[in-house]
Every structure is written in C-alpha cells, then in structure tokens.
C-alpha cells in the first residue's frame, strides 16, 4: 500500500502537470485519466487523487493528501495558513486581474463606475474572498456578486461593473470587449504540504521535495 497520497488538479493544472510527473516517475501507465478520482502512480510508494482545485488545499490541511498540486489562486481564496507551500512548480502561469468595460482606463477606481448612481460598485468572481481583501486594502468599499463560470458576461448584461478573474492572454476579454484595470497577483502551480505528513514523514516528504525542486 502507497505511503503517500499526491492530490492532483483536476482541469489545466493537471494537463500542465503531466511532464513533471513523468519525470518523476508518477504518471500512471494508463495516463492521466481526471474520470478516475484515486489511481496508482508508477512509484509504489505514492498514490494520486484526482480532484476539484478547490479541493485540493482542503484535502491536503486535513491529511487525506500529504501534500498536492494547485494553483496559487486556490491557495489565495483558501487561506493557506494552515499547510506548508514549499515550491513554486512554475507552470500553469496566468494573472488574476480586476477587468472592466473598455471604456474604463486603466488605473480607474471602481468607484468610478458607480459614484452617480449612489451605491458600491459590485464585482462578479469567483474569488470573494481575494476579491474582498484587495478592495478593502485600498479602503475600497464594493458589493460581491458570486459566479462560477462565463464572469465576462456579468459586464456586458449589467450584472457587475466589474469582475475578477484569472487571465492568460487576455484574449478572452478582448473579445467580449473588456480590459484589465488592475493586476492583483501572479498566479502559477504551487506544491502543498500536510504539515502533520512533514513532521511524521519527514525524509519522504523532503526526498519529494528534492526531486520536484530539481531541474
């Protein structure tokens, strides 16, 4: 019986990933397979969940995973106080950014787009807590409209004076005619660990963080 148990990203993360973990000698022989929720690596040793991002840091702080694959923006919404975030994998790259109608400039505040009509401007994400924490560090006050999918719609039907999401190459809000207002982080695959699973299993944690660190 595996040892350790990596949870995986399901989506882009775990497409990015696969390079890596061939590397390492963790791709299953049959592939990545996001249907299959538990699967065995080719190391005996370690076994792989397959899972919602969202997930994953819960799993991970709980120790039903000794440690995980997922995106800093998980971490951010998360809160990651309670497991360790030893690496930067350096892959799944991409930016979580205010965005607005292009008819707002860059730089604008969002209270620009509501202070006529007397009431906070609201801001469609997925992220509220990310979304919450930036506004209120600028002494900001906004009103958060939570989405799961399709935020560059919100704008365009008068749902959101703005949103927040994750952007690549920004082709996706040109296209629906927005344009990014701000830039709240730099988002990329972080590794996760259970700090219980690094005290108790600590030369196997840290013989993995040897191999996932190495070029």
Same mark, same amino acid.
């Given at each position: 019986?595996?040892?350790? #148990?990596?949870?995986?990203?399901?989506? $882009?993360?775990?497409?990015? +990933?696969?390079?890596?973990?061939?590397?390492? *000698?963790?791709?299953?022989?049959?592939? /990545?397979?996001?249907?299959? @929720?538990? /699967?065995?690596?080719?190391?005996?040793? &370690?076994?792989? @969940?397959?899972?919602?991002?969202?997930?994953?840091?819960?799993?991970?702080?709980? *120790?039903?995973?000794?440690?995980?694959?997922? %995106?800093?923006?998980? /971490?951010?919404?998360?809160?990651?106080?309670?497991?360790?975030?030893?690496?930067? /994998? *350096?892959?799944?790259?991409?930016? @979580?950014? &205010?965005?607005? !109608?292009?008819?707002?400039?860059?730089?604008?505040?969002?209270?620009?787009?509501?202070?006529? $009509?007397?009431?906070? !401007?609201?801001?469609?994400?997925?992220?509220?807590?990310? #979304?919450?924490?930036?506004?209120?560090?600028?002494?900001?006050?906004?009103?958060?409209?939570?989405?799961?999918?399709?935020?560059?719609?919100?704008?365009?039907? %008068?749902?959101?004076?703005?949103?927040?999401?994750? &952007?690549? #190459?920004?082709?996706?809000?040109?296209?629906?005619?927005?344009?990014?207002?701000? #830039?709240?982080?730099?988002? +990329?695959?972080?590794? &996760?660990?259970?700090?219980?699973?690094?005290?108790?299993?600590?030369?196997?944690?840290?013989?993995?963080?040897?191999?996932?660190?190495?070029?």
């Amino acid at each position: 019986m595996a040892n350790l #148990t990596l949870a995986l990203s399901k989506g $882009r993360i775990l497409e990015d +990933s696969a390079p890596l973990l061939a590397r390492l *000698g963790l791709a299953p022989e049959d592939g /990545l397979d996001d249907r299959l @929720l538990r /699967l065995p690596s080719r190391d005996p040793d &370690v076994q792989l @969940l397959i899972i919602r991002p969202a997930d994953v840091p819960t799993y991970v702080e709980h *120790g039903a995973a000794d440690f995980g694959i997922v %995106g800093k923006d998980v /971490l951010m919404e998360h809160g990651g106080e309670a497991l360790y975030e030893p690496l930067d /994998l *350096g892959f799944g790259k991409c930016r @979580l950014v &205010v965005a607005a !109608p292009a008819r707002r400039k860059k730089g604008d505040s969002p209270h620009f787009s509501s202070k006529n $009509r007397g009431q906070s !401007p609201r801001v469609a994400t997925k992220y509220p807590g990310i #979304t919450r924490q930036h506004f209120a560090a600028k002494g900001e006050q906004v009103e958060i409209i939570k989405l799961y999918g399709s935020m560059e719609l919100a704008p365009l039907v %008068g749902l959101a004076d703005f949103i927040v999401d994750l &952007v690549d #190459t920004g082709n996706t809000l040109r296209a629906n005619g927005l344009v990014e207002v701000e #830039t709240i982080a730099p988002i +990329s695959a972080r590794l &996760v660990v259970n700090k219980a699973a690094m005290k108790m299993k600590h030369a196997q944690i840290r013989r993995w963080l040897e191999r996932f660190r190495a070029p």
